[in-house]
């Protein structure tokens, strides 16, 4: 007996078509016989007569199967007569088929019924296993196969239903524990799931149309700004019970400004105390990596040993500190580095290798050690000095803009946690994280998602942007960033061949970056209202030439050193490369301010004036010449 592959079964296909003969002056014997086995209970039979010439009178089905257990074989026949067409069968014969051996004959006549013979097939053996339907053929001369449906269906059919079964038992299961869950009851997962479905249509916004963006949140006293920043949930489900234990809270600077526990920095354990990993500070992702942040709050006396030792073990090589030592008379940060020299910190050394110092910020690079090891690394501090007060915003966003893009510069190559912090590690912290993330999304993807940023790391840290003031300053750091973002800084070697280059077509470039810098929306809460005053009114040369209420330059007021005992002059501080407050820039002195001209002089201890004017371009030159006693 020879098993019959699906090949087998074609060739076997292949003979009855090409209708070998075998003899020459008979019939041949029915070798075209194809056995298909429906699993135990019934067999197919078919057949094609070779030879027409022979008329077929009836056919004979004769099988043999052997009883189950024993070895008695029974033969059947069963006698068809022969229908219209006589030269193809197909019957189906019912039984019980254990081990059976089939043969097909056909009565053939010459039309003399004496010279009538019969011709029988191959033998079919179809061997049937009790419990096994696969296909088997086999037998002398073997032209079948064996189609196998009825168990296999039913086995197929009772899988699937049991693991259908399986899955809706276990999804009611799931939904059933869902419900369950109060909303403050769940996981980190869920609520960012909650907060991403949340944002699902807040669409990144493309640069080329995150102007019209700005504007249109801008509109009606900043309703779109209000809408979205009231969207902004804070996450409920997050804990922060390791920093609220009764030893950890002497190390944080403010009772209020918990650290989540999900994302919270753990130092290496220390003397077997679980105590000694806690410190304030939380892992934030950035866009291009995870982790790409560590916000902190400033350190306390009692915690710069660990803010140290953090650096050491995160491989920490950028500072970022956006707040000073002292601010309204409160201290708000600690001096956690040395001015001169090197000092200890726990079993950390940090030595201040250099230091530069600018109008808004300064730079320091520390060379740091640890205790017992011969490993020293450069860390580089970022501190910015100009943010004002604890609960306001930089009123226009340039000098910020710049103090973000010159870390992200000296950062360039850096594979390690950028440490953030301002004293609370919230608000500022959390300005210059978007802004520095946004930036390099613009740069990757070239559009905006602000909305999303400030979503996902106010699920990393708490409350880490604070207030719809620094929510609307970010965007305006973006804004000023993406209407500057094809102007580059000009080397002083350059300068001659820009200059050349933008005469020659003076009328496209320099005029449309003269657009953009008068058309500048950002900065929207400068305002002139001091010199809109009646009594200012008189001393501004130009009406629409005024000083911004918060960089104007104010005179002392006294009655015998001002003009009308008031202390406003049309003026403004402007900073420079290296110093604050560098230059004042003023109008040219009227015959009523003069006197307020040399008063600001005087009180700002000014050695230097520019005068850029000429006597034939003014007709109020005397007034100029009365002023400089000529």
């Not at 292949?14 to 016989?33: M, R």
């Not at 400030?454 to 300053?473: L, P, W």
């Not at 420079?576 to 009523?592: A, F, K, V």
Request: glycine residues 4%; hydrophobic residues 35%.
């Amino acid at each position: 007996m020879i098993s019959v592959s699906r090949f087998g079964f074609l060739l076997c296909w292949w003979h009855a078509i090409s209708g070998t003969v075998y003899g020459q002056n008979a019939p041949t014997n029915l070798t075209h016989v194809i056995a298909t086995n429906n699993c135990v209970t019934a067999v197919s039979l078919k057949w094609i007569q070779p030879d027409a010439s022979w008329e077929v009178h009836n056919y004979i089905i004769a099988y043999w199967t052997k009883q189950y257990g024993t070895n008695t074989t029974v033969k059947t026949e069963t006698l068809l007569t022969t229908d219209s067409n006589k030269t193809k069968k197909n019957v189906a014969i019912s039984g019980s088929f254990i081990d059976a051996h089939f043969k097909v004959a056909a009565n053939f006549s010459s039309g003399n019924q004496s010279d009538s013979r019969r011709f029988w097939s191959n033998t079919i053996v179809v061997t049937i296993l009790k419990t096994d339907c696969s296909p088997i053929d086999g037998g002398d001369g073997l032209r079948g196969t064996m189609y196998v449906v009825k168990l296999t269906a039913i086995i197929v059919g009772a899988l699937l239903g049991m693991i259908i079964i399986f899955f809706l038992a276990l999804r009611i299961y799931v939904w059933r524990k869902e419900r369950r869950y109060d909303q403050n009851d769940l996981s980190q997962k869920e609520r960012r799931s909650h907060h991403l479905m949340l944002i699902e249509h807040e669409l990144p916004v493309s640069t080329d149309t995150f102007f019209d963006h700005v504007s249109a949140m801008k509109f009606q006293h900043s309703q779109g700004f209000n809408s979205e920043w009231a969207r902004l949930k804070e996450p409920s489900s997050q804990a922060f019970s390791f920093g609220n234990r009764s030893s950890n809270s002497a190390k944080n600077r403010y009772a209020n400004v918990p650290t989540f526990d999900s994302t919270r920095v753990a130092l290496l354990l220390q003397n077997g105390k679980h105590d000694t990993t806690y410190i304030n500070a939380n892992f934030v992702d950035g866009i291009e990596k995870p982790k790409a942040y560590i916000a902190t709050q400033a350190p306390l006396p009692e915690t710069i040993s660990d803010f140290w030792r953090m650096v050491w073990e995160q491989e920490v090589s950028y500072i970022v500190m956006i707040v000073n030592t002292k601010e309204q008379d409160d201290t708000a940060c600690c001096k956690y580095w040395p001015e001169e020299s090197e000092h200890e910190y726990g079993k950390v050394i940090v030595k201040i290798m250099d230091a530069a110092k600018y109008a808004d910020y300064c730079i320091r690079r520390f060379e740091v050690r640890r205790i017992g090891s011969e490993e020293s690394r450069m860390v580089w501090q970022f501190q910015y000095h100009s943010w004002p007060t604890k609960n306001a915003v930089p009123v226009h966003p340039t000098s910020f803009l710049e103090f973000v893009k010159t870390v992200a510069f000296f950062s360039i190559n850096n594979t390690h946690p950028i440490v953030v912090h301002c004293s609370s590690g919230n608000g500022r912290t959390g300005v210059f994280i978007v802004v520095d993330s946004q930036l390099k999304r613009i740069k990757m993807q070239n559009n905006i998602n602000i909305f999303y940023n400030v979503d996902s790391t106010r699920h990393q840290r708490y409350k880490i942007i604070r207030n719809v003031e620094e929510y609307i300053f970010i965007h305006e750091c973006i804004l000023d960033h993406v209407t500057c973002m094809n102007r580059n800084d000009i080397l002083p070697r350059d300068l001659e061949d820009y200059i050349n280059e933008q005469k020659s077509s003076f009328s496209n470039e320099f005029q449309k970056e003269l657009s953009d810098a008068m058309n500048d929306t950002t900065g929207m809460h400068s305002k002139s209202n001091v010199a809109k005053l009646p009594q200012n009114i008189p001393k501004n040369r130009f009406e629409n030439i005024l000083p911004f209420d918060h960089s104007r330059v104010k005179l002392r007021r006294n009655d015998s050193l001002t003009s009308d005992g008031h202390d406003y002059i049309n003026a403004s501080y402007c900073s420079g490369l290296r110093r604050q407050r560098n230059y004042i820039i003023t109008q040219s002195p009227m015959e009523s301010t003069v006197f307020d001209f040399w008063c600001m002089v005087w009180e700002n201890s000014s050695f230097t004036i520019a005068m850029l004017l000429q006597q034939e371009e003014v007709s109020f030159f005397h007034t100029v010449t009365q002023y400089l006693c000529l």
